[in-house]
């Protein structure tokens, strides 16, 4: 910072200030362009594969989050949330028999006011852990927020993501207090710390639940490739996110509004009423 003083002569003796001009010199490498900001910012990840099968045979001509809630697919709520959270470098990690469905609905997104989206597809049913897998490319070294795709909320994430990008890396989780969390990967909290996340447990630590909103930092794709499938075959998340905890690099914060999945005839039942009767993705 660099001030200049302007001297005023009323005398051969007397003299005043008449003004101060204070400049700011910033750095040419400090100013970060539109081009570098789209570079740094982060990605956003909607996992939408797997068979559906506890909703057949509604899945059986078409992909679970292409099924109607209210007034759009399932798979619009997912988009809108990360869109809202100012995420627009998406990736859909899709699979099963009918994954064109979505480039035919979707196309290149511009209907959300994207530039593009991208797809990959899934080959058959190794868990969410898996299908993150596919994103590595994806997200080139950079951070991303991972969204089920089946996964509604009322309001929106905004605040998650803007703490997040002050964590500087690590992970963090999205938590929704609940009435039967038992359902769900449910966080062992001590204070402000997760000791840990246990799944589906029978006698639940806390009244909370883990949603399927998640943001890691690139390392994410390391631990999803040291993982070892768990006694139904698959590469689960909570191992993801128990990594995480281990390094002490997990931090969590609650959703505000209501949440819910949409992958049962309940939870899909459920999920159109809320929507009918509130709206989902609101930003205020």
């Not at 997912?78 to 859909?92: M, Y």
């Not at 959300?112 to 299908?131: C, K, P, V």
């Not at 927020?145 to 964590?167: F, H």
């Not at 499938?229 to 990594?243: A, K, Q």
Request: hydrophobic share 40%; charged share 25%; with cysteine.
């Amino acid at each position: 910072m660099a001030f200049e003083v302007i001297l005023s002569q009323q005398s051969s003796q007397e003299f005043f200030v008449s003004s101060v001009i204070c400049s700011i010199v910033i750095p040419l490498s400090a100013i970060k362009t539109d081009q570098q900001k789209e570079q740094e910012a982060m990605k956003g990840v909607i996992l939408a594969g797997g068979l559906g099968s506890r909703l057949l045979p509604l899945t059986k001509i078409t992909n679970k989050h292409l099924l109607p809630v209210y007034k759009k697919p399932m798979i619009f709520y997912p988009i809108e949330t990360l869109i809202n959270a100012g995420i627009r470098d998406i990736l859909i990690v899709t699979g099963g028999n009918n994954a064109g469905d979505f480039l035919r609905l979707l196309g290149n997104g511009r209907d959300f006011g994207l530039d593009h989206i991208d797809y990959t597809y899934q080959e058959g049913e190794g868990g969410i852990a898996d299908a993150l897998k596919l994103a590595e490319y994806f997200a080139s070294g950079k951070s991303i927020c991972v969204i089920l795709g089946d996964n509604i909320i009322e309001n929106n994430i905004i605040g998650a993501v803007k703490s997040y990008e002050k964590q500087g890396g690590g992970a963090k989780i999205i938590l929704k207090e609940v009435p039967d969390p038992q359902r769900f990967g449910v966080p062992v909290l001590d204070g402000d710390r997760v000791v840990r996340i246990e799944e589906k447990p029978d006698e639940p630590k806390s009244s909370y639940a883990v949603t399927g909103i998640y943001l890691f930092d690139n390392k994410v794709f390391d631990i999803c490739k040291k993982l070892k499938p768990s006694g139904r075959g698959e590469l689960e998340i909570t191992d993801v996110n128990n990594v995480y905890i281990e390094k002490k690099e997990m931090t969590w914060d609650i959703l505000d509004g209501w949440w819910t999945d949409a992958g049962t005839f309940d939870s899909l039942l459920k999920a159109t009423n809320l929507v009918a009767e509130t709206g989902a993705n609101k930003l205020t």
